[in-house]
């Protein structure tokens, strides 16, 4: 409906005067309606110089043997870094497409608090930016899927675009092939550099860290029975991988196995730097330093 405007029409030069106002205000009004959203929307935040928070946003290969967050924090604590927080939001089997991360990265709500200490609740100032980077997962074979395909690019395009929105850098998570599958790696790859390129988002290349894996230690299985999901040896390369990837830190030597024998979690962290190096050195870090 629209609204009426009533202005009396006597008392002379002064009811004149109200009318101006009256009008100059209903054109200011009809004009800021008109304007394009991204007109009116303030200029976004600088984006993050240094990765302190981390959103995962993705399914089950991100929250199976409790958490890849949990690893790596472990492997940067052990490194020396402190302060860094993680926050993890899987949902089973979900695509990109089954997350709303506007709403995620938006004020009040999601990491509002943490647990420190000796479970102490500190609440956190979430009207700035909450992370310094998303780093999202799609389905494990969606981004190849010939229906599902072009989903995965149209969301990681829309979820990157929301994260610099709130100043926060995107990243893409490529997943690795399936045991039986071993072609899924080239591919996958593909689509996920693809993506990163469109959307200046850094790639960690952990399905290339698992194929390199596979290749010099076939012996170590990285994933269970159902050929998809990760081991704790798989998780644990994903989690250095992410490590030497996405912070840079050199998980080689670390004294945190995540209960893995010695020589094992040796390998997986060699695999894990030496890939994230290489990649890189071709593919480049698209916005983070």
């Known amino acids: 409906m629209a609204s009426r405007i009533h202005v009396p029409v006597s008392q002379g030069t002064r009811t004149r005067s109200a009318l101006g106002r009256v009008l100059r205000r209903v054109a200011t009004i009809a004009a800021l309606a008109c304007a394009s959203p991204g007109a009116l929307a303030a200029d976004p935040p600088p984006l993050a110089t240094e990765v302190k928070s981390l959103i995962w946003v993705g399914n089950s290969f991100f929250y199976y043997n409790n958490g890849i967050h949990g690893v ?141 894996s596979k290749a010099s230690r076939p012996d170590i299985a990285l994933t269970v029975a159902d050929k998809r999901h990760p081991t704790v040896a798989g998780t644990y390369l994903a989690a250095c991988t992410v490590a030497a990837s996405l912070y840079k830190v050199n998980p080689v030597g670390s004294a945190f196995t995540a209960g893995l024998p010695a020589d094992i979690a040796a390998h997986l962290q060699s695999v894990a730097w030496e890939t994230a190096q290489a990649f890189h050195a071709r593919e480049g870090r698209a916005s983070l330093p």
Not at 138 to 167: K, M, N, T, V, Y
């Open 72 to 212: 790596v924090g472990r492997l940067l604590a052990e490194r020396g870094g402190s302060g860094h927080r993680s926050t993890l939001v899987g949902i089973g089997g979900s695509g990109l497409n089954w997350h709303d991360v506007r709403s995620y990265l938006g004020p009040g709500g999601l990491a509002s608090y943490s647990f420190v200490g000796d479970n102490e609740i500190r609440f956190n100032d979430t009207s700035a930016r909450k992370f310094d980077a998303l780093l999202m997962m799609d389905c494990s074979q969606c981004p190849i899927h010939p229906q599902l395909g072009p989903l995965f690019h149209e969301f990681a395009a829309r979820h990157s675009e929301a994260a610099r929105s709130f100043g926060t850098h995107p990243a893409l998570f490529m997943s690795w092939a399936y045991d039986d599958k071993p072609e899924m790696t080239g591919q996958l790859a593909a689509e996920y550099v693809k993506a990163g390129k469109a959307n200046d988002a850094l790639v960690v290349p952990a399905g290339l860290a698992f194929a390199a």
